[in-house]
C-alpha cells in the first residue's frame, strides 16, 4: 500500500508547525524523516497515522493491504509501550484480542513473530525481565502481528545505548529483507537515517517545511557501521541542517 500526502499543514493554537508538505511512500519503501528540534516530525506522524486531523491537506492510502493485514497503519514507539504485567507473549497477543483472534490461531501468529525478532526463547518473560533492547524487539513483534501495510516509527532506538542500536538497526534491516515492509521512521540520529532509509526527507526549522528528498544510493541490505559513503552522506545531511538546528535550539530554549 502507497501513502501520498498532500499540502500537509498544521499548527497548535496560535503556533505553526507544518506547511505544504507534500510526499509519496511507495509500497515496500523505508522513508526516514529528519529535520531539527520541534520541526513537527513526531506530529508529522501523528498525522499520518490518524491520531491528529491536518488543518489543510490530506494523507490517501492508496492500493490495497497485503493478506491478512488487521491494522493497515500501527506505531513502534520509543518508550515501548508494554503492559508490565503481561508476558512478552501476552503483550504481543493483546493486539490480537482486539480482533477477536485467540486459541491456537493467536498462538501460530506469536510463534512466527517472536522468530522473526529472536525472542522465541523469551515468551513467558514479563518486560522487567528484559533490557531495553529486548523491550523494544517485542515492540517490532507486537507490530508485525498486526501484518501492517505501513509501520510507523517514531524514535524507537532514542532510548537506548549505542551498542544496543547498532543490533537493533541491523535487526529492522534482517526483517526488511526477508519480507520487505513500508515504513515511515522519524529519527534525530542521522546514522540511523543513512542506514535505514531508502530515502531521507528533511525538513526546515518550524513551521516544518520539505527542504530535500534523498535518495540513498546503497542498497539497504548492504549497508554497515563505518561504511565511508555512508558517513559522507551522514556529514551532508549534518551540514545542510547545522545552522537551522542551532536556530531551531536557540528558539526552543527561549520558549
Keep these: ?114 522468530a522473526r525478532t529472536r525472542l522465541s526463547d523469551f515468551r513467558n518473560a514479563l518486560p522487567r525481565q528484559l533490557s531495553g533492547g529486548m523491550k523494544q524487539r517485542v515492540a517490532i513483534a507486537r507490530a508485525l502481528a498486526v501484518n501492517p501495510a505501513v509501520m510507523l516509527l517514531d524514535e524507537p532506538l532514542s532510548a537506548l545505548d549505542a551498542q544496543t542500536r547498532e543490533l537493533l538497526m541491523e535487526d529492522l534491516v534482517a526483517l526488511w529483507t526477508r519480507q520487505p515492509f513500508t515504513g515511515i521512521y522519524v529519527t534525530h540520529n542521522l546514522a540511523e537515517a543513512v542506514r535505514l532509509g531508502h530515502r531521507i526527507a528533511i525538513l526546515s526549522r518550524r513551521p516544518g517545511q520539505l527542504r530535500e528528498v534523498i535518495k540513498v544510493e546503497t542498497p539497504l541490505g548492504d549497508r554497515h557501521a563505518g561504511q565511508p559513503e555512508l558517513e559522507s552522506l551522514q556529514a551532508r545531511l549534518w551540514q545542510m541542517m547545522k545552522d537551522e538546528a542551532v536556530a531551531a535550539d536557540q528558539e526552543l530554549l527561549n520558549v
Design 1 to 114: 500500500m502507497d501513502l501520498t500526502l498532500e499540502h500537509i499543514t498544521h499548527r497548535y493554537s496560535d503556533v505553526p508547525v507544518l506547511q505544504d508538505i507534500s510526499l509519496h511512500i511507495p509500497a515496500g519503501e523505508i522513508l526516514c524523516i529528519i529535520g531539527p528540534s520541534g520541526c513537527g516530525k513526531s506530529t508529522l506522524l501523528r498525522l499520518i497515522g490518524g491520531l491528529e486531523r491536518p488543518d489543510s491537506g490530506q494523507v490517501l492510502q492508496l492500493g490495497t493491504p497485503p493478506e491478512g493485514c488487521l491494522n493497515p497503519l500501527t506505531y513502534v514507539f520509543q518508550d515501548f509501550a508494554l503492559l508490565p504485567w503481561r508476558s512478552v507473549g501476552g503483550n504481543i497477543s493483546l493486539v490480537l484480542e482486539d480482533h477477536g483472534i485467540r486459541g491456537k490461531a493467536a498462538d501460530a501468529i506469536i510463534a512466527d513473530v517472536l
